[in-house]
């Protein structure tokens, strides 16, 4: 177990004081990772029913660590807006969900907060790839032959759990408040690029009846707000290209 072990404290590891190491436009650390996760896999894969059983537990367990977090990042974001941090409270905040390494105090400036946003972005990630993969390498898979398409939005994920992850990042980001679409390109397919982005994470459906649900999702009606023939054209576009860079450490996991 000495590599998955090595994989879930590194995943939880945040050395505050180097957070430039997980900087989205920063390879080596991904490549790193990932070559880890694929030999965690593989020792997962010989542990017995009973160790797999307790382990999915616990990996389920330090995702609820990451999900716990975008509240809080919201909070220190906004207490960072108003001069209301210091290090002590970026600390005790971050170090109930983290393992910190002992490290030089910094300063918090916008960086230090972008990629701390960057750097749960990545681990949580790979960590719910993680547990994709090895439910799917261990359970047999359902049968999906015949079913109906699934008619809400958390119901069109293949892991319920990315459909909060995705909200929580949409409403950091501003493209929602409060749960409604406000955009940022003002585009109409501006969301039905997101769609397609994370299409990897979805059950099989019609993307016209998929996207059709994202839309009314955040309160833009379909049809309505734009007609149903829109939804059948695959946009390649700027919006896209955004949501892609926004979305790497979930999708490419």
């Keep these: 177990m000495e590599l998955y072990q090595k994989f879930i404290i590194e995943l939880q590891t945040l050395e505050i004081d180097n ?8 390879l080596q650390y991904k490549t790193e990772l990932k070559k880890l996760q694929q030999l965690a896999v593989s020792e997962f894969l ?13 990996l389920y367990q330090i995702d609820n660590r990451f999900k716990t ?3 809080l990042y919201q909070e220190l974001y906004k207490k960072f807006r108003e001069g209301k941090i210091d290090n002590e409270l970026f600390e005790e905040k971050i170090c109930n969900l983290f393992i910190i390494p002992k490290q030089k105090s910094i300063e918090i400036t916008f960086e230090v907060i972008r990629l701390l946003q960057e750097a749960i972005m990545l ?3 790979v960590l719910q790839g993680f547990i ?24 069109s994920f293949l892991n319920p759990d990315h459909a909060k992850t995705v909200k929580d990042i949409l409403e950091i980001r501003e493209y929602t408040k409060e749960g409604k679409w406000m ?3 003002k585009n109409k397919t501006e969301l039905l690029a997101l769609y397609y982005v994370l299409r990897p994470f979805l059950n099989t459906g019609k993307p016209t009846t998929q996207a059709r649900i ?20 695959e946009p390649y576009n700027t919006d896209r ?13």
């Excluded at 010989?46 to 616990?58: G, I």
């Excluded at 994709?132 to 119901?155: L, W």
């Design 69 to 71: 977090f975008w509240p």
């Design 132 to 155: 994709d993969q090895v439910k799917r390498a261990t359970t047999t898979k359902n049968n999906t032959k015949g079913r109906k398409d699934i008619e809400t939005f958390e119901g």
């Design 46 to 58: 010989l542990f017995t029913p009973q160790q797999t059983h307790q382990q999915l537990k616990h």
């Design 183 to 185: 955009g940022i390109s």
């Design 241 to 253: 290209d955004e949501f892609e860079g926004i979305f790497d450490h979930l999708v490419n996991h």
């Design 19 to 26: 957070l430039v190491k997980y900087d989205y436009d920063s």
């Design 123 to 125: 681990k949580g990630g």
């Design 214 to 233: 994202f839309y009314n999702e955040f309160g833009l009606d379909v049809p309505g707000y734009m007609s149903e023939r829109n939804l059948t054209e």
